[in-house]
């Protein structure tokens, strides 16, 4: 879900990890002129907690059950703001690894979990230039990023057919065909989850499928339909997203209703702020959520392209109910024209259904891509793969083509990023694996 930061970062309750301690593999330290960050190799995840001391300044870094040898920090120098890495065993069976600092900065940690070749890591990073007041509380935070979460609703259902074709197809029942492709494919990607607002055919009110979205606090909406008009012909897909004028009017709604929701915009509430500051709220997160929503919808219909014509090759905007939650980007497409014979045949097969799903989810993953919310899995991946390029050694029997579909990259842009011309690949060769296409 989208969310609006208005205070700083909620302390997590420290979790033990079960099972036998952690060994620390290995430590790093590199970065760049604008960011160094300390990267610790570890057997199994581990909750940790990081705080800044003063006088001298220092970063210290605790890992709960866990273990170090002595030389596991050999030949780490110093780099950026860190002069020295310090590390030891503690008697509670955490380890201690100290950062001296030649002066304050911020420090931010996550872990991640093994890709390809590499392990777990615990990864710290210090923004050059960024200085964090000392003493500042301990931070524990979770083994693993979360999972990002889509929302697909399935457009009418149950006494609610939506439109009808001329040969009887029924919008509901295709629609929500296309969402259940849509949700394998989403089920699939490492970092995304998918949520079906119905998974057969039964009624649900517009804003019970917006609830149901926020519930699972989702971070993306899409609504999937078909569309019709009187005139046969017209053919292709559509994407839209929130109106200006829908916009204000759900404020509206929001802020007259404010007094009986504990939980409206992102985890921050409104009943107890006055008129003047929940609205001020209220427009900054509609105001994100709705330039999100025009980014995503951009990437789809973009991609739907591909899968066939496009009624309106532009994002329309609209006021359609179901787009109207203030704190998830939310996006409709119509898939196709339901009254047009020909598009309603498609519409019926599961070739083209596969072509709706495989298009959508493209624009979805191109987004997140390069829009991943903090804290989630894609965006760990993404920060840590500056530093850590994943690199894949060539084994018997393997094919370029197979090595590009495992690690979901384009194959020509696997051959680039080699200098490989053609397909002819030995057994021991290091590829070095480049960010996923999205394509």
Same mark, same amino acid.
Do not use: C, W
């Given at each position: 879900m989208f969310r609006l930061v208005i205070l700083a970062v909620a302390l997590l309750p420290v979790g033990a990890i079960a099972g036998a301690a952690a060994e620390i593999e290995g430590v790093? +330290?590199?970065?760049? %002129? /604008?960011?160094?960050?300390?990267?610790?190799? +570890?057997?199994?995840?581990?909750?940790?907690?990081?705080?800044?001391?003063?006088?001298?300044?220092?970063? %210290?870094?605790?890992l709960h059950q866990a273990h170090v040898r002595g030389d596991r920090l050999q030949g780490v120098t110093g780099h950026g703001p860190v002069t020295r890495v310090r590390s030891a065993n503690r008697d509670n069976g955490d380890v201690r690894i100290v950062l001296d600092l030649s002066s304050p900065t911020r420090a931010r940690s996550f872990l991640v979990p093994p890709d390809g070749h590499l392990g777990h890591r615990l990864v710290?990073?210090?923004?050059?230039?960024? /200085?964090?007041? $000392? @003493? &500042? !509380? &301990?931070?524990?935070? /979770?083994?693993?990023?979360?999972?990002? %979460?889509? *929302?697909?609703?399935? @457009?009418?259902?149950?006494?609610?057919?939506? $439109?009808? @074709?001329?040969?009887g197809t029924r919008e509901k029942d295709v629609v929500l065909q296309i969402a259940k492709r849509l949700a394998a494919r989403i089920d699939a990607e490492p970092g995304m989850r998918a949520y079906l607002t119905r998974d057969g055919d039964y009624f649900l009110a517009l804003r019970q499928r917006m609830d149901r979205a926020r519930a699972r606090r989702a971070d993306l909406f899409v609504s999937i339909h078909a569309d019709a008009f009187k005139n046969r012909k017209a053919r292709g897909s559509s994407v839209y997203v929130l109106s200006t004028k829908g916009a204000t009017d759900e404020a509206a709604r929001w802020l007259a209703e404010k007094e009986n929701s504990a939980d409206l915009v992102g985890g921050v509430t409104l009943d107890d702020k006055d008129q003047m500051l929940a609205s001020v709220l209220l427009? +900054?997160?509609?105001?994100?959520?709705?330039? *999100? =929503?025009?980014?995503?919808?951009?990437?789809?219909?973009?991609?739907?392209?591909?899968?066939?014509?496009?009624? #309106?090759?532009?994002?329309? #905007?609209? @006021?359609? +109910?179901?787009?109207?939650?203030?704190?998830? !980007? =939310?996006?409709? %497409?119509?898939t196709a024209f339901i009254s047009n014979p020909s598009e309603e045949k498609l519409l019926k097969s599961g070739r083209h259904q596969d072509l709706l799903a495989s298009a959508i989810m493209q624009g979805i993953r191109g987004y997140f891509r390069d829009n991943a919310p903090p804290g989630s899995l894609i965006a760990m991946r993404q920060s840590v793969q500056a530093v850590d390029p994943v690199q894949h050694v060539i084994a018997r029997?393997?094919?370029? =083509?197979g090595i590009a579909s495992r690690y979901r990259v384009d194959l020509n842009d696997l051959r680039q990023h080699n200098g490989i011309k053609g397909d002819r690949i030995r057994i021991g060769q290091v590829l070095s694996i480049p960010r996923a296409s999205g394509s």
């Open positions: 790093r +330290l590199d970065g760049n %002129v /604008a960011n160094t960050r300390l990267v610790v190799e +570890l057997t199994t995840p581990v909750s940790h907690t990081l705080f800044a001391l003063e006088n001298p300044p220092r970063i %210290v870094l605790d710290v990073d210090l923004p050059v230039g960024q /200085a964090k007041g $000392a @003493g &500042a !509380p &301990a931070k524990t935070v /979770a083994p693993e990023g979360r999972d990002l %979460v889509v *929302a697909i609703d399935a @457009g009418h259902g149950g006494k609610d057919p939506g $439109a009808m @074709g001329r040969g427009d +900054l997160s509609q105001s994100a959520a709705i330039d *999100a =929503s025009a980014q995503v919808a951009d990437r789809v219909i973009g991609s739907l392209a591909t899968a066939g014509p496009v009624h #309106r090759k532009d994002v329309q #905007r609209a @006021g359609f +109910l179901v787009l109207k939650s203030p704190d998830i !980007p =939310s996006i409709l %497409v119509e029997g393997e094919t370029l =083509s």
